[in-house]
């Protein structure tokens, strides 16, 4: 009877050891790659902007497994804790470039083609093109210009509006520094000018403060990810985005590489 137990007890104690020894021989490997997760905060308040973060954001997490947690933040949430990335128009690295174009009401336009230099449009009807250039309108034909706080030194006679394509909209001013996206949502005719000596561009900038914040900032600076620059309506400072079909972003992109 002894024996037995015995027996019962040594076969007990070798189902616990034959249990237990492969979850202690993976308990290692679990620790030496711990869940974490990169912090990514965005202070730049463009749309555009975190839509493409988003998408990044996502690829990133697909090809490397790290989980990125991304944040729309404020300036005055960044003076508290550092998160591992930061977007924001100053910083180190530049990564893409917010493009304008100058857009001027043109309520009658006329009905000859209108040349690359000046794309004129109707609501809903696309612009024609011819090869002759047209020239940049001067100061006294323009009257103000509407535009962000961050391009009031772009052109004479800029003035600074927290909505310039609302205002312009409202009659307010006859011209205004505009996106291709808010030129696309107005309801009248207008010429587009791409800015002179590429002045219409904000730029958009990292700043790494960890080594996984840098690692994630060298994937925003790789060909795809600038590639997908295209989808968010933002430009490459390197790569050429736009064609033809997409005129105000072409003629925008122009000024950028004719300039460099």
């Known amino acids: 009877m002894k024996k037995l137990l015995v027996i019962f007890v040594f076969l007990g104690l070798s189902g616990v050891l034959l249990f237990?020894?492969?979850?202690?021989?993976?308990?290692?490997?679990?620790?030496?790659?711990?869940?974490?997760?990169?912090?990514?905060?965005?202070?730049?308040?463009?749309?555009?902007?975190?839509?493409?973060?988003?998408?990044?954001?996502?690829?990133?997490?697909?090809?490397?497994?790290?989980?990125?947690?991304?944040?729309?933040a404020t300036v005055r949430e960044n003076q508290g804790l550092l998160p591992d990335a930061l977007i924001q128009p100053e910083g180190e690295t530049l990564l893409a470039l917010r493009g304008y174009a100058l857009i001027v009401r043109d309520e009658n336009p006329a009905a000859t083609p209108a040349p690359t230099g000046a794309l004129f449009y109707r609501p809903s009807v696309p612009p024609e093109r011819s090869e002759t250039p047209a020239p940049f309108p001067e100061e006294r034909e323009l009257g103000a210009v509407l535009c962000p706080e961050a391009l009031l030194n772009a052109l004479p006679g800029t003035v600074m509006s927290a909505q310039p394509a609302a205002d312009f909209v409202r009659g307010k001013a006859d011209a205004a520094l505009l996106t291709p996206g808010q030129a696309a949502g107005l309801n009248t005719g207008y010429r587009a000018y791409a800015v002179p000596d590429g002045k219409g561009f904000l730029p958009v900038r990292g700043r790494a403060y960890t080594e996984a914040g840098e690692a994630?900032?060298?994937?925003?600076?790789?060909?795809?990810a600038q590639r997908s620059l295209a989808?968010?309506?933002?430009?490459?400072?390197?790569?050429?985005?736009?064609?033809?079909?997409?005129?105000?972003?072409?003629?925008?992109?122009?000024?950028?590489?004719d300039k460099n």
């Open 20 to 72: 237990l020894l492969p979850q202690a021989l993976r308990a290692p490997e679990t620790a030496e790659k711990p869940f974490t997760i990169l912090r990514v905060w965005n202070v730049d308040g463009e749309p555009a902007v975190q839509s493409w973060l988003r998408g990044q954001a996502r690829a990133y997490e697909k090809a490397t497994g790290q989980r990125v947690y991304l944040r729309a």
């Open 216 to 224: 994630f900032l060298l994937w925003l600076q790789s060909d795809a």
């Open 231 to 257: 989808q968010a309506a933002l430009f490459s400072t390197r790569l050429r985005l736009y064609g033809p079909d997409d005129p105000v972003r072409y003629l925008i992109e122009q000024g950028l590489f």
